[in-house]
């Protein structure tokens, strides 16, 4: 595991910074995909694991959720709007031809949310900032006292192709609404972030990238 912040660690996973998990105190925050539950197990085995937050639910952030939960006995937590899915009682969105080969190749069975979770609710010392447009529920984790953000995939820091550390938008084929996308990534930069922690890429320590990225890569 690698430390970014106080408290804050982001695990190892192959390839590396691809499909990001982070341990946030006593809080793994996502579950990368099926395939990498025994990865995340090993390197969590020894800490308390109090609680599971997604940011969202895609296949490659619930994919080990279920497993991990009942494996650390640890509740599983997402924002209100993505439960259904979550719990199986809706499909993932959006509907695009891509999503659903990630589903058949990523995703994790259905399990039970216990938290559900809204602008404001505080977890693990930070707090729940609704971001949608990447899916309805989508969300960040924000820590006042340094600003730390966990951002989900408001944002990636990794071209998918080469594997080159940059700032991106989720693609639009991902997005339920990319034009609300780009205003949650204002509402990220309104945010004033010290370090921003992506589900896919780096930790970005140059924050000042994120201000010449809204001039340059926002949708008007």
């Known amino acids: 595991m690698h430390k970014i912040a106080k408290g804050v660690w982001q695990l190892a996973g192959f390839p590396p910074h691809l499909f990001n998990v982070y341990l946030v105190e006593d809080m793994l925050v996502d579950a990368a995909t099926r395939w990498a ?7 969590v085995r020894r800490r308390r694991v109090r609680t599971v937050a997604l940011t969202h639910c895609h296949p490659d952030h619930q994919g080990a959720a279920r497993y991990l939960c009942e494996t650390l006995d640890a509740p599983l937590a997402c924002h209100a709007e993505d439960v259904p899915i979550m719990e199986g009682r809706a499909p993932m969105v959006p509907d695009s031809r891509i999503l659903r080969l990630g589903v058949r190749i990523w995703a994790g069975p259905p399990y039970r949310v216990a938290r559900v979770l809204r602008e ?4 693990a010392g930070f707090r729940v900032v609704h971001a949608p447009g990447h899916t309805h529920g989508h969300i960040l984790f924000f820590r006042d006292c340094d600003r730390v953000a966990i951002a989900g995939d408001v944002l990636a820091n990794m071209h998918f192709i080469t594997g080159k550390p940059g700032l991106r938008r989720p693609p639009a084929v991902f997005c339920v609404d990319a034009t609300e996308n780009a205003r949650s990534v204002q509402k990220l930069i309104d945010l004033d972030p010290s370090v921003v922690c992506f589900g896919h890429g780096p930790p970005l320590y140059d924050v000042s990238q994120l201000e010449r990225f809204a001039l340059t890569g926002l949708p008007k």
């Open 37 to 43: 539950k025994g990865r995340i197990l090993g390197q």
């Open 120 to 123: 404001g609710d505080g977890l």
